[in-house]
């Protein structure tokens, strides 16, 4: 059984480059025989590449499927907006700070995860008993995403704001390393991280998200591929929800294939799998209340100065055609 370090250590070796080889406008890709997508180790995107779900997908058309990972949200969707990538996932506030710069990037599709899978974290025996403790403190968290919008709301509903506390801008797997040696005193941060943390001994959840932050989660594509492939999207978002479905259906096998790929433990992985309102077949397309939801958070976001320009989501939300 792997360790929690040797765990860490398989989950922190994706790359984070924000551009990658092959980098263009992105047009017609697909078109021409290729379709590049982002992808993080969990949910279902990484359980679509362990099945090579996509590939059979489009082997008819000719479409070869390349993949690129990344540990968080932010630098994918650089390289998306860039034009080094097709389509990948996010969390809810990557997209603004995207948006913002002026990416070249759609919100084309979503999917639902548990709220129960984000938490602040912090050390066993550590004074900080409840959110209010957190004043004054180390706070670490990657800047622009969804572990972002988690530490901003839990410290509000402890009294605190954003500058009650020192915040520390990691990535995860850099996170990891400073929450073990004990350089941070808390880690906003997401599954399957929480679950390890719930697994060891030397950690505590201070609180989980659950309650306090929607779990809203988005596909996101370039603008020039969406624009001459919008057929191949809608064939993405439709597989993603025919392979999530079948493997809620059957979760005791989508732990072993999911645990396969990411290198998480599989009572690890069950764990995530099996949080409240955790579905991996809620994929769809963006209904009205997720894009109600995101211009609310980018709102926010202006606020509290953290974006530095007002948002209009809605310019940015791809609809596919009506047939």
């Known amino acids: 059984m792997a360790t929690r370090r040797q765990t860490l250590g398989l989950i922190g070796a994706a790359a984070t480059a924000a551009f990658l080889p092959g980098t ?16 993080q180790k969990n949910g279902v995107l990484a359980l679509a590449k362990s099945q090579g779900s996509l590939e059979k997908r489009f082997a008819d058309r000719g479409i070869k499927v390349s ?8 630098p994918l969707l650089e390289a998306l907006g860039a034009g080094a990538l097709d389509f990948g996932p996010t969390g809810d506030v990557p997209p603004l700070f995207a948006q913002a710069a002026r990416g070249n990037l759609l919100y ?8 129960a899978g984000s938490a602040i974290l912090v050390h066993k025996d550590s004074p900080i008993k409840e959110i209010a403790d957190l004043k004054g403190k180390k706070l670490a968290f990657k800047r622009g995403s969804s572990a972002h919008n988690v530490a901003v709301k839990i410290l509000r509903k402890g009294g605190l704001k954003p500058e009650d506390v020192t915040q520390i801008d990691l990535a995860p797997p850099d996170a990891a390393a400073a929450f ?56 993405i978002i439709d597989e993603l929800k025919k392979v999530g479905t079948a493997a809620q259906a059957n979760l005791g096998q989508t732990a072993k294939d999911i645990s396969s790929i990411t290198g998480v433990p599989e009572e690890i992985t069950r764990k995530t799998l099996a949080r409240n309102n955790a579905d991996l077949g809620a994929v769809s397309t963006l209904p009205d209340e997720a894009v109600a939801y995101q211009q609310a958070l980018a709102d926010e976001f202006y606020d509290l100065k953290i974006i530095p320009k007002k948002l209009t989501i809605a310019d940015i939300v791809w609809r596919p055609k009506q047939s």
């Open 24 to 39: 263009g406008t992105g047009k017609a890709r697909a078109a021409s025989g290729e379709l590049r997508i982002g992808w």
């Open 67 to 74: 993949w690129s990972e990344f540990t968080s949200g932010p």
């Open 108 to 115: 084309v599709g979503t999917y639902r995860g548990s709220s």
């Open 180 to 235: 073990k040696n004990g350089s941070i005193d808390a880690w906003s941060i997401w599954d399957p991280y929480t679950a390890i943390a719930e697994n060891d001994p030397q950690t505590r959840v201070l609180i989980t998200a659950d309650g306090i932050v929607p779990a809203w989660s988005y596909f996101l594509a370039n603008g020039d591929f969406t624009a001459k492939n919008g057929d191949v999207i809608v064939e």
